[in-house]
C-alpha cells in the first residue's frame, strides 16, 4: 500500500457479472485517467473509491482508511468530491440549491460560510450568472458543470470524477482541463474518461481496465508507446491490420504488424489504447 | 481554486460603476439617499466588487465586508417549501430542514396522493358503514409514503448524495420519521371521520408502523421498491387470507387481522423490522441500502 488511495485483491460482482476482479492498484497524488470501454469496471471502481458501493473481497485503503468501516467510510467522504456518471437533478433545484443541498450533505452547517463556499464554485465553472436558474432550464453542457461544482466543494483532497466532460463541447473541455490543473493541486485525482485526447492532455497516470482487470498502468507517454512501429498510413485499408479506420484526410490508420514499406507514424494514446485492447481480446468501440 | 471557468464574464464586473459622488453619498449616510436609488443601487452592489469595494474603502471596515456577505447569503437562500417552513418554526435548523424537506415524499402531489386515498378509505367505510376499508388501506399509506421517500429516483440529487457524511441511517430515520409524521397525522384526521363505527377504529395503528418500518428494514436487501411493494402484496394477501379463513361474511373490521392476535403479530412484526434497522444500519451508508 504505497498511495493515496491504494486497492489490494479487490472484488466486486453483481449477481454473475464480475465488474471488478480482484484488482491491485495504488493512487497517487496528480490526476489518474481510467480509460476502458462501457463495462469494463470503471464505475465501478470509482463508486468503490468513494464508498458509494462496498467491495465484496480484497481490502481498499483510502488516505489510512478502511471504507468498509462505518467510521472510516466518514473520514474519507470528509475528504472525498464524488461526481457520479448520472446525477440526479430535483427539477425544482436551481444549480444554487442543487449545490447547498450537497454542501449540507457534506456538513456545511453555517449557512453564511456555506453559501460563499456555493458561490465559489459555482464561480469557478462559470455558472455565477445562471445560478439562480432552475437546473431543468440548464443546457446539457451547464448541468455537467453544476454536478462538477458540487465535486468541488470544500476543495477535497480526493476527487473522483466519472466522465466529468461527457457533455462537455469542445471549448468547455478546454476549459475543465484548466480548471482541473488548478484544482489537482497537491489532491490525488481520480477520472473515467473515454476520451483518450483527455488522458493525454490531463493525467500523469493512466490506468487501464479491460473485462474488470488492470491491463495497463504507467503514463500516457507510455500507453502511446506501445504502439510505437506498430501504426502506419495508407490509401486503401490493409487486412493485416489489428485495427483500421479511415481519418478525415481521406487516410487509413492502421494498427497492428506493419508491412515492410509501411509508413509509420508517431503513436497516440489512442493507438496504445486499441492495440492493447486489440491484444487483450476485448471488443472496444473504434476510436473517436 | 480561484481561477474561473475562462471565457465567461467575472460575475464581480460589470460594465458601468457608480459615481463617486454615488458612493461617498451612500456610504455616509445612506437613508440620505433616493430610496429608488438606492435600492438599485443596492442590487448593483451585490453583483460589483469594485463598487463594494469603493464603499467599503469609504466606510473602511471589515463590518460592510461581513454585512454584504449576510445580504449575499439571503438574497441567495433557496426557496423553501411550507413544510421547510413550519420545520424551522419549529426550530429545526434549515440545513436540517432542506435535507428533511427535500424529498418527493413531502411534495404536496405526494401528500395530497395520500389524503386523497384516506379520503376515499373513509368515504368507503361511512358508505358501507364498517370501519373495514378504512383499517384496510390505512396501513398501506405509509408504505406509499417511503417508496416516495426512498426510492432510488427519490433523493433531491441522486447518487451525488451517497458519499457524503451526512448519508447514512441518521439522515434515513430522521427524514422517514417527519414522512411518517405527515401521514399519520392525515391518517389521524381520517380516523376521526371514520367515527365509532362497529370496531376499534386504531386497530389500523400498528399495521401501519409495522408495514414502513418493515419495508426500510427490507430496504436493506432490496431496493425500496421492491421492498415495499411485497409488503403491500403481503398485507393484502394477509388481509384477504384471514378474512378468508374467518368466513367470507365477516367483515373486515371483524377479522382476526384487527384482532389483539393481529395486533401482536404486527407488534411483533415491527419489533423485528426495528432490530434489523438497527443490525444492517451500515448499508444505509452505500447506495446497497435505501437512500
Known amino acids: ?63 489510512g482508511h478502511d471504507p468498509s468501516t462505518g467510521a472510516g467510510r466518514l473520514e474519507i467522504r470528509r475528504q472525498l468530491g464524488y461526481l457520479p456518471q448520472e446525477p440526479g437533478f430535483h427539477r425544482n433545484f436551481s444549480a444554487f440549491d442543487f449545490v447547498d443541498y450537497v454542501a449540507i450533505l457534506k456538513e456545511w452547517g453555517d449557512r453564511s460560510a456555506r453559501h460563499d463556499e456555493v458561490r465559489r464554485v459555482l464561480t469557478v465553472v462559470g455558472l455565477a450568472s445562471v445560478m439562480h436558474k432552475r437546473i431543468g432550464r440548464l443546457s446539457g453542457g451547464m448541468r455537467r458543470r453544476v454536478a462538477i461544482a458540487q465535486a468541488l466543494l470544500g476543495s477535497p483532497r480526493l476527487l473522483v470524477l466519472d466522465e466529468p466532460t461527457a457533455g462537455l463541447d469542445p471549448e468547455q473541455r478546454l476549459r475543465f482541463r484548466e480548471l482541473l490543473g488548478t484544482a489537482a493541486d497537491g489532491a490525488t485525482v481520480l477520472l473515467s474518461t473515454h476520451q483518450t485526447d483527455d488522458v493525454a ?19 500516457p507517454g507510455d500507453l502511446a508507446q506501445r504502439a510505437d512501429e506498430r501504426v502506419w498510413t495508407a490509401s486503401t485499408r490493409d487486412a493485416r491490420a489489428e485495427v483500421a479506420w479511415v481519418t478525415g484526410d481521406g487516410a487509413v490508420r492502421h494498427i497492428g504488424t506493419p508491412p515492410v514499406d509501411a509508413q509509420l507514424v508517431v503513436p497516440t494514446v489512442e493507438d496504445g489504447y486499441l492495440l492493447l485492447a486489440r491484444e487483450a481480446d476485448v471488443a472496444v468501440v473504434g476510436p473517436s | ?54 464603499v467599503t474603502e469609504r466606510v473602511g471596515g471589515v463590518v460592510l465586508e461581513d454585512s454584504w456577505r449576510r445580504v449575499a447569503s439571503l438574497i441567495d437562500t433557496p426557496h423553501l417549501s411550507i413544510l421547510e417552513r413550519v420545520m424551522i418554526r419549529l426550530g429545526v435548523s434549515d440545513s436540517t430542514a432542506r435535507l428533511l424537506g427535500g424529498t418527493p415524499a413531502l411534495t404536496l402531489a405526494t401528500l395530497g396522493s395520500v389524503v386523497t386515498l384516506a379520503a376515499m378509505a373513509v368515504a368507503t367505510s361511512r358508505i358501507t358503514d364498517s370501519a373495514g376499508g378504512f383499517l384496510v388501506v390505512a396501513p398501506l399509506l405509509p408504505l406509499l409514503a417511503i417508496v416516495a421517500a426512498f426510492a432510488s429516483v427519490a433523493d433531491p440529487v441522486g447518487e451525488a448524495a451517497v458519499p457524503t457524511p451526512m448519508h447514512g441511517v441518521g439522515l434515513v430515520l430522521r427524514r422517514a420519521a417527519v414522512v411518517l409524521s405527515a401521514v399519520f397525522m392525515v391518517l389521524g384526521v381520517a380516523d376521526l371521520a371514520v367515527g365509532d363505527l362497529n370496531a376499534p377504529v386504531v386497530a389500523w395503528l400498528l399495521p401501519a408502523l409495522a408495514l414502513p418500518v418493515g419495508a426500510l428494514a427490507l430496504g436493506t436487501w432490496f431496493r425500496a421498491e421492491v421492498a415495499a411493494m411485497t409488503l403491500g402484496i403481503g398485507w393484502m394477501v394477509v388481509v384477504l387470507g384471514v378474512r378468508w379463513t374467518n368466513g367470507l361474511h365477516t367483515d373486515f373490521a371483524d377479522s382476526t387481522t384487527f384482532a389483539p392476535p393481529g395486533q401482536v403479530a404486527a407488534f411483533v412484526l415491527l419489533l423485528g423490522a426495528a432490530a434489523v434497522v438497527v443490525v444492517r444500519r451500515d448499508q444505509f451508508q452505500t447506495m446497497e441500502g435505501v437512500r
Open chain 1, 1 to 63: 500500500m504505497n498511495g493515496d488511495v491504494s486497492a489490494h485483491g479487490v472484488t466486486k460482482a453483481f449477481g454473475p457479472l464480475v465488474a471488478v476482479d480482484g484488482i491491485d492498484v495504488d493512487f497517487e497524488p496528480g490526476v489518474t485517467g481510467l480509460l476502458g470501454p462501457n463495462g469494463a469496471g470503471k464505475t465501478t471502481l470509482m463508486r468503490m473509491v468513494a464508498t458509494v458501493v462496498a467491495a465484496d473481497s480484497g481490502r481498499l485503503d483510502v488516505f
Open chain 1, 201 to 219: 492532455a490531463l493525467c500523469n497516470r493512466v490506468v487501464v481496465l479491460l473485462a474488470g482487470r488492470i491491463r495497463f498502468v504507467g503514463s
Open chain 2, 1 to 54: 481554486m480561484s481561477n474561473t471557468w475562462m471565457g465567461d464574464p467575472d460575475p464581480s464586473e460589470t460594465a458601468w460603476h457608480a459615481p463617486r459622488s454615488l458612493i461617498d453619498r451612500f456610504a455616509v449616510d445612506p437613508g440620505g439617499v433616493d430610496s429608488a436609488v438606492a435600492a438599485s443601487f443596492e442590487a448593483h452592489l451585490v453583483a460589483c466588487a469594485r463598487c463594494r469595494d469603493a
